[in-house]
């Protein structure tokens, strides 16, 4: 009986081990596996990263938004690629109307607007030519450093910056392009090396990429004159480029000129409607093109592009009209010497000889523009929307301090257009009652009280 008492017992004790035993290696088991788990968090959260890691910043983190931007470059024309390539790109949405119209954009000449490369973070030179707050429309030149015809190029487009004060644009312009005019809102040069312009009468007017200079110099004598800093130099490489339209036939119309004293150039319609220029020799000579009545007829209404390109060392002139070459002839001798500005829309050499329409986008480069950069650059700007194409947005993850800038700026921002709704308000209510057929306008109420709903949106989602 003791015998059978104490074999219960030691079979007992076995089993108790036994159990006692599993359960410890699972717990470990189950401890090796939280600590490994544990370890592994860490090191994602706080090992080495390496560039291209998930975890990697990968945007500007002073915006609030961007969308990725596609160039198609169908446009280049140059198998081999072009370098150091301005692009033009109109961006429209929703987003690039300004906040108080119900967009994301916060400066009212869209200064809180950049590009960078692929990677996010690298920035490229840009220039906005355009922008239209109400319609949210930007007309940007890009200065791409590569493109080739068959591979589509990403960037990024960021937007929506409280902080932005003083214009932070690096000229998008190779260093050769000595003078740009948008003809926006003024003639002066927008190109690395600005030059003030004189201009004398003319307006700007709606043009072929945002606004033109639209001069009638046959009744006013309008014309604009341009300083260049000695980066026109006849006898060496040059391109004039630019935009026209005009609104007379049968007459002779300067639209570019510098000639004086039977030299320097100058580009014009004749009066048999034909582009035409001239160009005086070291010798006193002067040459122009042979046929006057050659070439394709300019029509009343239509935009044209049109490039006069010098190559100095074959002292080769030519003369493009719409991305193709009209003519092209070998000088006999070098261009002379001339000094003197440039005039637009009018001349100084010859009397009766003023234009009357628009003339957009003019450009004068210290470089002979190869034909398939001219062919490029009249298709990309001639039709832009084309060959870019916007993704959608991407809300930033931004930092505290930010979010606090954009709440104040829109804070702001409100409270100025409430202030204006008042104005507006009050004088349409004195208006009416100084004219008692006139009632107030409630319509303007109602469209400042939308555009505040717009705002109010607009920060919530700026601070979220």
């Known amino acids: 009986m003791a015998k059978r008492l104490r074999s219960r017992l030691s079979q007992k004790t076995k089993a108790s081990v036994k159990v006692r035993t599993s359960i410890k290696i699972v717990v470990g088991l189950a401890s090796f596996a939280v600590v490994i788990a544990a370890g592994w968090l860490v090191y994602l959260n706080f090992g080495p990263q390496q560039s291209g890691k998930s975890n990697e910043i990968k945007y500007l983190s002073d915006y609030a938004w961007r969308r990725e931007l596609t160039i198609n470059p169908e446009f280049i024309k140059e198998p081999k690629g072009l370098f150091q390539f301005p692009v033009f790109v109109e961006l429209q949405d929703v987003d690039f109307k300004t906040t108080k119209n119900g967009g994301k954009i916060m400066h009212p000449k869209a200064w809180d607007v950049c ?106 004598g309008d014309k604009v004159q341009f300083e260049l800093n000695n980066d026109f130099i006849l006898q060496q490489d040059f391109t004039v480029q630019l935009w026209f339209q005009t609104e007379k036939k049968g007459i002779d119309q300067t639209l570019v000129s510098n000639f004086e004293n039977q030299s320097g150039i100058e580009l014009k319609i004749n009066n048999y409607n034909k582009l035409d220029w001239k160009i005086g020799l070291t010798s006193g000579n002067v040459v122009s093109k042979l046929n006057s009545k050659s070439g394709e007829e300019i029509e009343i209404g239509r935009w044209y592009h049109t490039a006069l390109v010098f190559e100095a060392s074959s002292k080769k002139i030519t003369l493009f009209v719409d991305g193709l070459i009209e003519f092209q002839t070998i000088l006999k001798e070098m261009p002379a010497i001339q000094t003197k500005g440039i005039t637009v829309g009018n001349s100084d050499a010859q009397a009766n000889a003023s234009f009357v329409g628009k003339i957009d986008e003019l450009q004068i480069v210290a470089k002979a523009l190869s034909n398939m950069s001219v062919s490029s650059l009249f298709t990309n700007q001639v039709n832009a929307q084309l060959f870019s194409r916007l993704g959608k947005a991407e809300e930033l993850n931004l930092s505290a301090e930010v979010r606090a800038a954009n709440k104040q700026v829109m804070y702001k921002q409100a409270v100025s257009d409430s202030a204006q709704w008042s104005r507006e308000q009050k004088g349409d209510e004195v208006f009416a009652k100084s004219n008692e057929t006139l009632k107030p306008i409630s319509s303007s109420a109602q469209i400042m009280q939308e555009k505040l709903k717009n705002m109010q949106r607009v920060a919530k989602e700026n601070t979220k």
């Open 115 to 220: 590009v960078t490369q692929s990677d996010g973070l690298t920035k490229i030179p840009i220039q906005i030519d355009y922008f239209d707050a109400n319609e949210g429309k930007v007309g940007v030149w890009l200065l791409i450093d590569s493109l080739y015809p068959t591979k589509p190029k990403n960037f990024f487009v960021y937007y929506s910056k409280p902080d932005i004060r003083t214009n932070p644009f690096i000229y998008a312009w190779p260093k050769e392009y000595g003078l740009v005019s948008h003809f926006q809102t003024d003639a002066h040069s927008k190109s690395r090396i600005s030059s003030k312009a004189q201009q004398s009468g003319g307006r700007f007017e709606m043009g072929k990429l945002g606004n033109a200079l639209s001069i009638n110099s046959g009744s006013n």
